[in-house]
């Protein structure tokens, strides 16, 4: 079962519907759980082989009437959106700096069913303002969303945590300046959507519009479970059997080899798969 649709069932069970009554509001909790993930994947810095950092404090800024209608439950609704990121990062195998926090507050340029979210990568030893944050924050600026997207991320890459893993040495990011490729270094596999990053950090990666998908896609002409890339020596994506099939670099198809570049078409969203070495 994915992260997404367990976090669903457990704010089924709480406060015996209470969540099920204030939540009829635009912004939906799934929505604001999958932005998190994104956080995540789009902030993501790679230590060394076997750490992959990600922010651990999350701010999620909502319209005047969506935080008054949500604040009342703030506490238990942080509390899951932590663990969901707990679990996620846990599937992604990433770590963290430090407590993973979520917080909520008013924004008063954002309307109804607008929300933004923005993180930071806080170390446990670092001092903390009276809201346990610190100024710096990944995402500042982002465009607010609505409707299940995500806010696009400001570009170049995010600042690295100011207290290192001990023994780590930082390797370069993808897309910025940076020395060459390190002896033993990995390929790094990750897919572009609208702008955002998606790391592909195991064997298979499932793309589809169910909560359930690796990377959920709201497209109503995505199926379910669409498509699925498979890491290997090429990559590779194959059709789930989804209704509409895929397109791959112009070519209708139901199984095909991926190249840095690559253009996957579902339904109408356009996905780009992207490798380096590093």
Not at 59 to 73: G, M, N, Q
Not at 98 to 116: M, N, S
Not at 171 to 187: E, F
Not at 251 to 265: C, E, F
Request: charge should be positive; hydrophobic fraction near 30%.
């Amino acid at each position: 079962m994915g992260v997404l649709k367990r976090f669903e069932q457990r704010l089924e069970g709480l406060v015996n519907g209470t969540f099920a009554k204030v939540f009829k509001s635009e912004v939906q909790p799934v929505e604001i759980a999958g932005a998190l993930q994104r956080e995540c994947d789009n902030n993501a810095t790679i230590w060394n082989r076997d750490r992959t950092v990600v922010p651990n404090d999350f701010i999620v800024e909502l319209s005047a009437p969506d935080f008054e209608r949500l604040s009342p439950y703030s506490g238990q609704l942080g509390d899951e959106l932590s663990g969901m990121v707990r679990d996620y990062a846990k599937q992604q195998r990433y770590t963290f700096m430090g407590t993973i926090k979520v917080h909520l507050e008013k924004a008063d340029d954002l309307d109804t069913g607008l929300y933004r979210v923005r993180s930071r990568t806080l170390a446990a030893s670092e001092s903390q303002d009276p809201h346990g944050r610190q100024p710096a924050p990944h995402g500042t600026g982002a465009a607010p969303t609505q409707g299940g997207g995500y806010p696009p991320q400001p570009a170049g890459a995010p600042p690295m945590p100011s207290t290192p893993p001990p023994g780590a040495r930082p390797l370069p990011r993808t897309g910025g300046p940076g020395p060459g490729p390190v002896a033993g270094a990995q390929t790094r596999r990750w897919i572009e959507i609208n702008g955002t990053r998606h790391q592909i950090s195991r064997p298979t990666l499932v793309l589809g519009r169910s909560t359930e998908a690796d990377v959920r896609i709201d497209d109503p002409g995505v199926s379910r479970r669409h498509c699925e890339i498979r890491v290997g020596t090429p990559a590779t994506i194959q059709d789930l059997g989804s209704t509409n099939g895929i397109v791959v670099d112009g070519q209708h198809t139901t199984r095909a080899t991926l190249r840095d570049g690559s253009r996957i078409v579902v339904g109408s969203t356009t996905i780009v798969y992207r490798q380096a070495e590093g």
